[in-house]
C-alpha cells in the first residue's frame, strides 16, 4: 500500500510562486508514475503534470507549460511542483496521484490512471 501526503498550499498573490510536495511512504517513488491533479468548485478534476518512475520524461497541460515544474527527489521519497508566476485561475485543490502503470502509455493525464491519491492541498490565489 501506498500512502501520499500533499504540503505546501496557501495563500498567494497574483504572479508569486509556490512549491507543494507530495511524500510518499509504502513504496519507493522510483517505482511510481506520479501526477498532480487539481479541481476548482464547480469544475472537474484537471491534470496538470506527470513524471516517469525515474524523473526522465515529464508532460504538463498546456496552461501551466513554462510557469510549473514536477520533479522527483528519490532520496527524499518525495514529489515536488514548482509553480511560478501563479494567476487566480491556478486556484484549486490540488492532488498527488501515483500509479504502477508505464508513463509511456500516455494515459497519466486521466485521473483513472492512478492507483493511489493523496487528500489534496488548497492554493488560494488572490488578485
Known amino acids: 500500500q501506498v500512502q501520499l501526503v500533499e504540503s505546501g498550499g496557501g495563500l498567494v498573490q497574483a504572479g508569486g510562486s509556490l512549491r507543494l510536495s507530495c511524500a510518499a511512504s509504502?513504496?519507493?517513488?522510483?517505482?511510481?508514475?506520479m501526477g498532480w491533479f487539481r479541481q476548482s468548485p464547480g469544475k472537474e478534476r484537471e491534470f496538470v503534470a506527470a513524471?516517469?518512475?525515474?524523473?526522465?520524461?515529464?508532460s504538463y497541460v498546456d496552461s501551466v507549460k513554462g510557469r510549473f515544474t514536477i520533479s522527483k527527489d528519490l532520496a527524499k521519497n518525495t514529489m515536488y511542483l514548482q509553480m511560478t508566476s501563479l494567476k487566480p485561475e491556478d486556484a484549486a485543490v490540488y492532488s498527488c496521484?501515483?500509479?504502477?502503470?508505464?508513463?509511456?502509455?500516455?494515459?497519466?493525464?486521466?485521473?483513472?490512471?492512478?492507483?493511489?491519491w493523496g487528500q489534496g492541498t488548497q492554493v488560494t490565489v488572490s488578485s
Open positions: 509504502g513504496r519507493t517513488l522510483s517505482t511510481l508514475t
Open positions: 496521484g501515483g500509479s504502477w502503470k508505464a508513463y509511456y502509455s500516455g494515459a497519466y493525464n486521466l485521473a483513472t490512471y492512478y492507483d493511489y
Open positions: 513524471i516517469s518512475w525515474n524523473g526522465g520524461s515529464t
